[in-house]
């Protein structure tokens, strides 16, 4: 009776022919796939490789406009005619207007229509809207619209405020300002606008030579036949679409209402990254899906206006008219489908022939006793014949393997007992390792630490020491120069104030005026040494009771204040003990600061006093600028002595006004905002009960 497990052949033959057909489908299809793909991706990348020449060639045309309609304007500009005309006496000695019309004489009518004429024939030559000839004060000397001469009765006298007025003057002779695109008053519509000085044989520059060009010869140049063509500027419009017809109408002055967004080609998030990424970088390319179609796109910055080239185009477009594709596709298909069929034919045969052998084998296998193998003996052939032979083989290997096990159990039990000894004996000994492990890794926590307390130490020492000793040369020097200047100091003042007194009768507005800034400059010197002797020695203060407006009163009148600066100080006073005159010093020493932090920028300085809320025995004295305001790692050394932010600065002056405050028994802080100003905030006491002890100072010369 047979005991060994009866296995259907069919079952296996089945499993085989399943899996390789699985196999063989998989790797038709994958290879098809791949195949469709990679060729897919070649069209697409050549598609992408045009896209990109294109565009550089879209580039180039537009370079090539603005290079254009610069040399034609410099050649123009190169005509003698405009110097000689600028360089007439008559010309040079100003514009005459009679009943507000510009009057020329008959020299300069002779040379107004030659010039005209040369203008005309560069109006001919080149696609210009707009021609026209400006002064420096912004008349208007000859204008030429679409080859129409202006009468000069029409002749415009307010071309000053012009956007490109400004900016043409300031360049040099033959050097051609570009303007941002604007509509022309004249043609009502968008326009580029160039212009260049005229430059007279002295180097003067009376006047400038301006022509208008409009857009559509910008935006005509990117008209392209398949897919859309755009340039965004950096507001994100689309000054130019091969895809959008613009108006020639009712043209909008306002950029925002006269071109599109570029939003208005996709509003979706994966267009908005996309946009972000073009404004970014120079060049490149990306994608975005719009309908559920892939569009694919290649940009460019352009060197004018900071404005970017685009070229998109859709996936079906790129693979249009490749008719290979989609015979690929059809061949790979067709060959993939004869390939599986083959492959089932040859599966279902060899099958077929391997199942037989295997059935023989299988059954010798099963009626082994696993205890006592024995070589089987079957009638094979070709391969299953080596396998036949290879498990015979096993078979002795397991045979001689079991008496080798056997004796080898028996040895590995003996070993077993004395491991156990052994190990017995390593355990006690990694514990006794281990106590002395931790031991000395406290011992080496406990030094590291004590090494680098040492080691702070030491630098925090060497440090205040090399500090000392750098500041106390330095308070030396500065007190011997700061005492070698009060003697001229004192003569310039005192021969000033003579010269007022003897000579006050012989002294119009004008000297008086420069005999008090002499003094507010004296007077500002005399300050900053006292800065400098203030922070190398402690000055004993003469405190009485004072009154602060005053006090802010006579700095008002020492210092000067520029037109652009307000300074704003309190109606309502408030009385401090303290010495006036070190108080005087802290208030010149923030205004000016604040003064100079102001600049040449409109601004203000706001001062408030009023009674500290919380400590009713203290003054507060704000001091706020609309400055450039000061950084956070500026706001924590601003106090240090020799630590500026100015390159004219002594690095003194707040140091002194701390040191001034702290002798009072005040406080003195600092808050700012980068780019929106500064406020000095000064807490004293109206009496003596809040006067700190002065010898707990740390002095500069220390």
Not at 479 to 484: F, K, N, S, Y
Not at 551 to 564: E, G, H, S, T
Not at 632 to 653: A, C, N, V, Y
Request: proline share 4%; charged share 25%; hydrophobic share 40%.
């Amino acid at each position: 009776m047979n005991n060994y497990p009866q296995i259907p052949i069919v079952k296996l033959r089945i499993k085989l022919i399943l899996i390789s057909s699985i196999l063989v489908i998989l790797s038709v299809g994958l290879t098809s796939y791949f195949t469709i793909q990679y060729t897919e991706d070649a069209i697409t990348d050549s598609a992408m490789h045009k896209m990109t020449t294109l565009l550089q060639d879209k580039k180039n045309q537009v370079e090539t406009l603005h290079a254009r309609a610069t040399e034609d304007l410099v050649y123009t500009l190169k005509n003698p005619l405009f110097a000689e005309y600028f360089d007439l006496p008559e010309t040079k000695a100003g514009d005459v207007y009679k009943d507000g019309v510009l009057q020329l004489t008959q020299r300069q009518n002779e040379l107004k229509e030659k010039l005209e004429y040369a203008i005309y024939n560069f109006q001919e030559k080149f696609q210009v809207d707009e021609t026209c000839l400006i002064d420096a004060s912004g008349q208007e000397h000859a204008r030429l619209v679409l080859t129409k001469t202006a009468p000069i009765g029409d002749l415009s006298s307010t071309e000053s405020s012009s956007s490109f007025f400004k900016s043409s003057f300031q360049k040099e002779k033959y050097q051609v300002h570009v303007q941002y695109p604007y509509v022309s008053p004249d043609t009502n519509r968008w326009v580029f606008a160039y212009a260049s000085p005229v430059v007279l044989g002295d180097g003067q520059k009376p006047a400038i030579f301006h022509f208008e060009m409009p857009m559509s010869a910008f935006q005509d140049l990117l008209k392209v036949q398949d897919g859309r063509m755009y340039v965004i500027d950096p507001k994100g419009l689309l000054v130019a679409d091969s895809d959008y017809e613009f108006k020639t109408d009712n043209v909008s002055v306002i950029p925002e209402n006269y071109f599109p967004s570029v939003f208005a080609i996709s509003d979706s998030d994966e267009f908005n990254h996309l946009v972000d990424e073009i404004r970014i970088k120079e060049n490149g390319v990306g994608s975005y899906h719009k309908n559920g179609e892939l569009h694919h796109v290649v940009y460019e910055k352009l060197p004018t206006f900071d404005w970017i080239l685009v070229y998109e185009m859709p996936h079906s477009l790129v693979l249009s008219g490749d008719e290979t594709l989609g015979n690929l596709e059809t061949t790979i298909m067709t060959l993939g489908m004869m390939i599986i069929l083959a492959a089932f034919l040859a599966i279902f045969f060899i099958s077929e022939k391997l199942s037989s052998p295997i059935r023989k084998l299988i059954k010798a296998c099963a009626e082994q006793d696993i205890h006592n193998p024995r070589p089987i003996d079957i009638h094979v052939t070709g391969e299953m014949n080596d396998i036949s032979n290879a498990i015979n083989s096993m078979v002795e290997k397991i045979s001689d393997n079991n008496k080798s096990l056997e004796m080898k159990n028996q040895e590995i039990l003996r070993q077993n007992v004395e491991l156990k000894s052994e190990k017995a004996k390593t355990e006690e000994l990694n514990i006794k390792i281990q106590n002395n492990m931790v031991s000395l890794e406290e011992a080496q926590y406990e030094l590291e630490q004590q090494r680098d307390a040492l080691r702070d130490e030491v630098r925090h020492k060497t440090e205040e020491l090399l500090k000392a000793e750098r500041l106390s040369a330095i308070g030396q020097l500065s007190a011997r120069i700061a005492h070698d200047l009060r003697n001229p100091l004192n003569v310039i003042q005192n021969t000033s104030r003579l010269l007022q007194v003897r000579f006050a009768k012989h002294l119009d507005d004008k000297d008086k005026e420069h005999l008090a800034r002499l003094d507010r400059a004296v007077y500002r010197m005399a300050h900053q040494l006292e800065d400098v002797l203030d922070c190398v020695r402690m000055p004993q203060l003469k405190k009485r009771n004072c009154s602060l407006s005053v006090i802010l009163q006579d700095v008002m009148a020492r210092i000067d204040v520029p037109p652009n600066v307000t300074i704003n100080i309190p109606t309502h006073d408030s009385e401090v003990f303290c010495d006036p005159e070190k108080i005087e010093i802290v208030f010149v020493n923030l205004l000016v600061n604040a003064i100079q932090a102001i600049d040449d920028k409109t601004g203000t300085i706001l001062v408030e006093m009023f009674d500290d809320p919380v400590v009713n025995d203290f003054v507060v004295i704000k001091i706020t600028d609309s400055g450039s305001g000061i950084t956070q790692d500026g706001l924590q050394k601003i106090f240090e002595p020799l630590f500026t932010t100015k390159q004219s600065g002594t690095g003194l002056g707040l140091s002194s006004c701390k040191n001034i405050i702290d002798q009072h028994g005040g406080t003195i802080t600092a808050s700012s905002v980068v780019g929106q100003g500064a406020t000095f905030t000064i807490k004293i006491p109206k009496t003596s009960n809040y006067e700190k002890d002065e010898t707990a100072k740390i002095l500069f010369n220390s």
